[in-house]
């Protein structure tokens, strides 16, 4: 494939993800969490409507969407500050509200009028009321950033310092951003079962199979950190690695089918010290009823083989391209046409995914691209060299894909044409959901 | 079709006497018959104080701060002669944007059209030192003030901001924004502190509105909480803000200024600095031979 350079327009159109204060979120996926917004009401709601809503339609849970408390920023806030107003919405919404931990984050209004948020909930911190704050002023970057300032917040100012013994066997969980990932709740299940399968004990720390912050106090004695991501959730493993001695194992490939998934749960494995024997056991069972599924479905593939798509591109983050590409290649054989990476992550991260897609297979190496706007990408995928039969990406990319008459499967934010539970693509059985998404996209074309 | 008011924002490094000259300014504009406001846009609302006999008066934005409407004329006050006082106000030190506290004041005054019910003939914005943020900024742009005049005296840091104030004006010039009138040049004692402004103006395109000299009537006027017209008016340092009224009442061409670039203005403000050094020398040598 050839080499295109990025392509940098001035300006976002048909934006791939939220603001920094769209980490609201992130508090939303712990149990019992509920985030109070100190910013103004647009804010919080297109964060939801956006990054909730129009994708997957996955629900506000327990205090996001409309029960999440937020100041509502005036003119008054701006002009005079807004501490006392936050201070009555904290002590309002302890009142109303049955939380286990309160998150508060900052929007740009009060991060450039200069509050003094840290102060505030400080005083609520002083009376034990289980509050925490993070800066995630827009202008700080997206919620991707904002993610990791949450979470470090959570782990500084609520589950603090431990020097206690570590539990062999524990660990600490940081991969895909909830909310943002569409797939996010049955991803974690699934990653959280096979990390179990092989007899360990996993924080999960987001999503339905999470203990809330019960679990999030144990983080400083997992034995471990684990992150299984291109790059997110590094910052906060090398923090808790200055903070409480954790050492963490970085898997960036989020593994999808047998192969990967098998590769995976043998590395975390090594790394944890875990019984071979298990994890040979557990990775035998699961491959044996991955394979009767796939047996069957070989059927199809092979009788409607002039009408499965041998080219494709990825539209999304880094983690879920980089684990979708693995999969697509070494899985289904399929040839990647055209890699973008939409999450605009950090740069001193990029030299290292650009390195993951050199090293797809031994044979197939992908040059990737970093784009944020709508109109460049739409532009890449017209224009690109070979045509992708069918497009990894967004609702966003639907256009284009019509217009060149490729598939799509909506991977990514914003998923709008996708209603998701607890659908997951990742690990052994989520690839099988995969599959059957790709190829019944595949043979609707023809309906 | 009413008259077309007058608004006139005058800027300046903070201490430079742009309160002082202001007050003054618009107490001889009110005793030569002119229907005139002056509006202060500094947090610390003391702009007005010599001309209310140096009281303190509520507002905009503590009004603001106690209820959500505020009917204008509540802080409206008269001072000396008639004229309209007014004070945007700010929030408390370290908290809040002062900067958009001063567009919450001003924009408050043009919704409710207060300038024309008062019939003023001449509106005076009395604003905060450097144009350090946006809000700072509101009464050159569009709409609010046609002259800008900046008050400074011969000192680097005063220049400094008053050529910081240039390169605003040049820039919401191309926006419809406020043009400048002119310097007024205070604390002008000393040959060379002329001599200094007038190389500045001539670099940057504009005008010496009038020469203002150091003077102990003015202390004195303030220590009395008046102006010099008020406290003085047959002083000669009365005399020279009439005269400064009238060239300002007569005023109709502002101009797009060329501000200079911060390294220009430095080299600029180097060599000034190594002629002051030769004459301070030159008058020692010259001290020293009169003691012989």
Redesign the interface.
């Known amino acids: 494939m050839t080499k295109q350079p990025s392509m940098k327009s001035e300006s976002i159109s048909r934006a791939r993800f939220g603001c920094a204060i769209g980490a609201m979120h992130t508090a939303v996926a712990i149990p019992g969490t509920v985030p109070i917004a100190d910013c103004g009401p647009g804010c919080a709601d297109k964060q939801y409507i956006s990054l909730v809503f129009y994708n997957g339609f996955q629900g506000s849970g327990y205090g996001g969407g409309a029960s999440l408390p937020c100041v509502n920023t005036t ?7 807004g ?1 006392d107003r936050l201070r009555e919405l904290i002590q309002a919404s302890t009142k109303v509200m049955k939380a286990d931990l309160f998150v508060v984050t900052t929007g740009c209004i009060s991060d ?5 948020v840290a102060s505030v909930v400080g005083d609520f911190q002083k009376k034990n009321v289980p509050v925490v704050y993070a800066e995630t002023g827009g202008f700080r970057g997206n919620n991707f950033i904002g993610h990791e300032e949450v979470v470090k917040s959570i782990v500084d100012q609520y589950v603090g310092g431990y020097d206690g013994p570590k539990e062999q066997g524990l660990v600490n969980v940081w991969t895909e951003l909830p909310y943002q990932n569409t797939f996010w709740r049955g991803d974690l299940i699934e990653i959280k079962r096979i990390l179990e399968g092989i007899g360990l004990k996993v924080n999960i720390l987001f999503g339905h199979g999470s203990g809330g912050v019960e679990e999030w106090k144990t983080v400083p004695k997992a034995q471990f950190n684990l992150v299984l991501h291109t790059w997110l959730g590094l910052s906060v493993a090398k923090h808790l690695q200055a903070k409480y001695g954790q050492p963490f194992l970085h898997v960036p490939v989020i593994p999808v089918g047998s192969i990967g998934t098998t590769s995976f749960l043998r590395e975390v494995g090594t790394y944890a010290g875990a019984d071979p024997k298990k994890v040979e056991a557990f990775i035998k069972d699961e491959e044996s009823k991955y394979y009767k599924y796939i047996e069957e479905f070989s059927e199809f593939y092979c009788e409607y083989f002039f009408g499965v798509p041998s080219k494709f591109a990825v539209v999304t983050d880094s983690a879920y391209a980089l684990a979708i590409t693995k999969f697509a290649v070494n899985n289904l054989g399929l040839i990647p046409v055209k890699v973008i990476i939409t999450e605009d992550p950090p740069e001193e991260h990029r030299d290292a995914i650009r390195e993951q897609f050199h090293r797809i297979a031994d044979d197939v190496s992908v040059e990737v691209e970093f784009i944020e706007d709508g109109f460049v990408i739409e532009e890449a995928l017209r224009n690109s060299e070979r045509r992708p039969a069918i497009i990894f990406g967004t609702t966003w990319d639907r256009d284009v894909a019509k217009d060149i008459k490729a598939g799509i499967v909506e991977v990514s934010f914003p998923a709008s044409y996708e209603v998701v539970l607890s659908r997951s693509y990742v690990g052994y059985r989520g690839a099988l959901s995969f599959i059957e998404k790709i190829f019944t996209v595949t043979i609707s074309a023809s309906a | 079709m009413g008259k077309k008011i007058k608004q006139i924002a005058i800027y300046g490094k903070g201490g430079i006497g742009k309160s002082t000259t202001t007050s003054n300014l618009t107490a001889a504009l009110s005793e030569a018959g002119y229907k005139v406001m002056q509006f202060g846009c500094d947090p610390k609302s003391d702009s007005t104080n010599t001309l209310r006999g140096g009281t303190y008066i509520p507002t905009v ?1 503590d009004t ?2 106690e209820k ?1 409407k505020v009917n204008a004329h509540e802080v409206v006050f008269q001072g000396f002669n008639g004229i309209y006082c007014v004070e945007a106000g ?3 030190p ?5 900067g ?2 001063i567009i ?1 004041a001003v924009q408050l005054f043009k919704q409710q059209n207060i300038f024309e019910e008062l019939d003023l003939d001449i509106i005076l914005y009395d604003v905060l030192g450097d144009v350090v943020c946006g809000g700072f900024a509101v009464p050159i742009r569009e709409g609010i003030a046609q002259h800008v005049f900046t008050v400074s005296s011969s000192d680097f840091m005063s220049i400094y901001a008053s050529n910081n104030l240039f390169k605003g004006i040049s820039s919401y010039s191309r926006s419809g924004g406020a043009l400048l009138g002119g310097v007024i040049a205070n604390s002008i004692n000393q040959p060379y502190s002329k001599e200094i402004v007038d190389d500045f103006v001539k670099r940057t395109n504009t005008q010496v509105v009038e020469y203002i000299p150091r003077s102990v009537t003015v202390t004195q006027s303030e220590l009395q909480g008046k102006t010099v017209i008020e406290a003085a008016p047959e002083s000669a340092q009365a005399d020279v803000y009439r005269s400064l009224a009238k060239k300002i009442a007569a005023h109709t061409e502002s101009k797009v200024p060329t501000p200079l670039e911060v390294s220009d203005l430095r080299v600029w403000a180097g060599q000034w600095g190594k002629h002051l050094l030769e004459l301070e020398k030159q008058n020692g040598a010259a001290e020293s031979l009169i003691k012989v």
């Open positions: 003119e008054k806030e701006v002009v005079f500050g501490n450039i009028v200069g509050d003094d | 934005l603001l701060r959500t700010g929030p408390a370290g908290v809040g944007c002062a958009r506290g919450t």
